[in-house]
């Protein structure tokens, strides 16, 4: 019963929200407030471990393709460019990633890793930066360093490893403040309300490995083709 009140609760704020927007009644462009309510019902379901977090967050990352072109965060556009891909890669492995073809499990990372994940967020950051001041990125380290940190975090999450939450949280509270400064405080919004998602993300999947004792740490190196 709960559960159906916020769901409701949730499509009713989502439609008001829209409608506003087109009415002209809230002064936020209407690619904004699409990015806003497909990203927070995104991310909603995948706390739930829904999968249709995947075909609404692509969509999510469609429209912030132009939300990001118009802010001239470059990187970060580019990197909803790659969200999308993941998005495709992430539906599949979720349904059929497991054993058997069977739908992936919450795992733990291991630390071959995450060593190897770390060190692909210092060396990309360190390269992205260089190029994004060159082009007259608004914000080259914190955009470099956001974009990167997202990317790895995106890529945990399409092998379903518990970790990917702490990656994004850290992300997200870098995101709040970027946003705000360039004056999308909607998306900054959204992203404080992502933090808080996260860290229900966190409590929820922990639950999940602790019913399911069939999730051991999963080793699952990425490589220059996935990330």
Known sequence: MIRRLCYTAGMMASVGLIAASLLHRIPMDITEVLGFVTGGWAVWLTVKQN??????GIANDAFYVVVFLQARLFADMSLQVVYIVLGFLGWYWWLRGGENKTPLLVSRTSLRAGFVLAVIVVMSTAGLAAFLQRVHDSSPFLDAFTTVLSLAAQYMLTRKLFE?????????????????SRGLYLTAVLYFIFGLMCVVGLAQWRASMGADRRAPALDVVPDAATV
């Open 51 to 56: 999968i249709w977090n995947w075909p609404i």
């Open 164 to 180: 990917n939450w702490l990656v994004w949280i850290t992300a997200d509270v870098i995101y709040i403040g970027l946003y705000a």
